[in-house]
């Protein structure tokens, strides 16, 4: 028996079956829009609520000889676009009027976290590092339903300064992985690129300084070389990581995880590696937003009888973590 999970938070439609006894994941599959967006330099919300109506269903399809084994059908109802995820939380109610089966609502963020244990045991508590495209925050998980916000960005999120940065210096979208395939053959050391509250006991992220520090450097070279936008990109990347590192040893956590469509950054993964010999991550194929990991999540829901009814599940924009 089956957990039949949808996610479509942002622009990755996708949707998997997780076997209830054992965690197992039966079936995963994930279409990215990343090349209808490329275009505009972004998510186009509009855009990516009608191709997740378009695909959505073609993955459904896929599976709908299992229907009859789907024991509850989880979504992400938050946070995220709200017209994107309503397509997903309007998909969820149709199948659970066609199925009669219960609903489980997924907060977005906590899909992440339990990226960890794609097809595993739950092992808490964990100091979490959530970094993405919209979020940068550092969380303390205790269990399913224990999990305290620490602290978060006070702007942009780690992800979305690298998209920025890469918007700067006309280098498309989406902008992370672009940098760091630039920054492999730059020189980090050449520009001095602040860290973002290194002298402030504030704990919180900020990415808005940086960003403008390297905005003003691609004002004074420009036009820019090949070379100067390796090492603007390597220099950035650094500063950010070394922002992201100086934040969370505040913590001193005892159990470190990072995850996150920002924590496939290797440059990261290794640095974190360096200075927290208790890290752990999500493997690279779960970082990105994915079903499997709402699917985890929905065992664990079912597994408590934690539903939701028809009338209450709702697409909402916000993370409500306090």
Not at 45 to 74: D, N, T, W
Not at 184 to 201: A, Q, T, V, W, Y
Not at 208 to 229: F, H, M
């Amino acid at each position: 028996m089956f957990i039949l999970s949808i996610e479509s938070s942002c622009d990755d439609s996708s949707i998997a079956l997780t076997r209830i006894k054992d965690y197992k994941l039966f079936f995963h599959k994930k279409l990215s829009q990343e090349l209808e967006h490329q275009t505009y330099g972004g998510v186009v919300p509009e855009l990516a609520s009608r191709l997740h109506a378009k695909a959505l269903p073609q993955i459904l399809e896929e599976i709908k000889e299992y229907l009859p084994k789907v024991e509850a059908i989880a979504v992400t109802n938050r946070p995220g676009l709200s017209v994107t995820l309503l397509e997903g939380v309007m998909m969820a109610k149709a199948l659970h009027l066609t199925l009669q089966k219960p609903l489980i609502a997924v907060n977005h963020l906590v899909g992440h976290i339990y990226s960890l244990f794609i097809e595993k045991e739950t092992s808490f508590p964990k100091t979490v590092l959530l970094v993405s495209g919209g979020h940068t925050m550092l969380l303390e998980a205790k269990s399913y339903k224990e999990i305290k916000l620490l602290a978060t960005t006070l702007d942009d999120s780690f992800g979305e300064s690298f998209d920025k940065v890469a918007k700067m210096m006309g280098l498309g979208y989406p902008g992370g992985p672009i940098i760091e395939e630039l920054a492999k053959k730059g020189d980090s050391e050449r520009f001095n690129f602040p860290i973002p509250l290194k002298n402030s006991h504030k704990l919180a992220f900020s990415f808005s300084g940086l960003k403008n520090a390297v905005r003003l450097k691609i004002e004074e070279l420009s036009p820019l070389s090949y070379q100067d936008k390796c090492d603007i990109a390597a220099s950035f990347q650094k500063s950010a990581i070394e922002h992201l590192l100086h934040k969370t040893k505040k913590i001193a956590p005892n159990e470190l995880a990072i995850v996150g469509g920002a924590s496939a950054n290797l440059v990261l993964r290794e640095k974190f590696k360096e200075h927290f010999s208790n890290v752990s991550f999500a493997e690279l194929k779960f970082c990105t937003d994915n079903a499997a990991m709402i699917g985890r999540v929905g065992v664990e829901a079912f597994k408590r009888g934690d539903f939701i009814s028809l009338e209450k599940l709702q697409a909402s924009p916000k993370a409500e973590f306090t």
